[in-house]
């Protein structure tokens, strides 16, 4: 079977070449737009880097997933949290039309962990502010 499907040379075989993630949206039974991804996985439905898959479909297997864990953490919680990791699967924005919606997907396939400040001090010395003025 697995000679059949990805031929006789398995130093050629790859996980991520059949293994893809795709980020489906709600609205993916809609209109497929929204969705995130493609990128090859390295998880899969038994692993630590747990995402879905792979499926029977009709008698073929799916390999695509189609959602995995939305945060990921990698914290060493003493002294004070203040060496915790994270990363967002897609972006800090669920608005589909936010520069924010897809922005953090690359890194998070690729394992790019963002470090999450805990230290009041380090939050309060780099704190940005934006002010947004309207018309009344």
């Given amino acids: 079977y697995l000679v059949g499907r990805f031929g006789d040379d398995i130093t050629d075989w790859e996980w991520g070449d059949k ?3 795709s980020l ?19 998880g899969s439905s038994l692993t630590v880097n747990a995402i879905s898959g792979p499926i029977w479909n009709e008698g073929d297997i ?3 997933s189609s959602y995995g864990p ?19 699967s897609s972006g800090a924005s669920q608005n589909p039309f936010s520069p924010n919606y897809d922005d ?7 394992y790019d962990y963002k470090l ?13 502010l934006t002010a947004i003025y309207r018309r009344k």
């Fill in 104 to 110: 953090a997907y690359e890194g998070w396939v690729s």
């Fill in 70 to 88: 939305y945060f990921r953490w990698v914290m060493d919680v003493e002294p004070g949290w203040n060496n915790v990791w994270g990363m967002f």
């Fill in 62 to 64: 799916v390999y695509t």
């Fill in 116 to 128: 999450w400040y805990n230290d009041i001090n380090h939050i309060v010395d780099n704190f940005k």
């Fill in 19 to 21: 293994h893809r993630v």
């Fill in 24 to 42: 489906t949206h709600t609205f993916d039974a809609i209109t497929p737009i929204f969705n995130i991804g493609g990128s090859p996985a390295a």
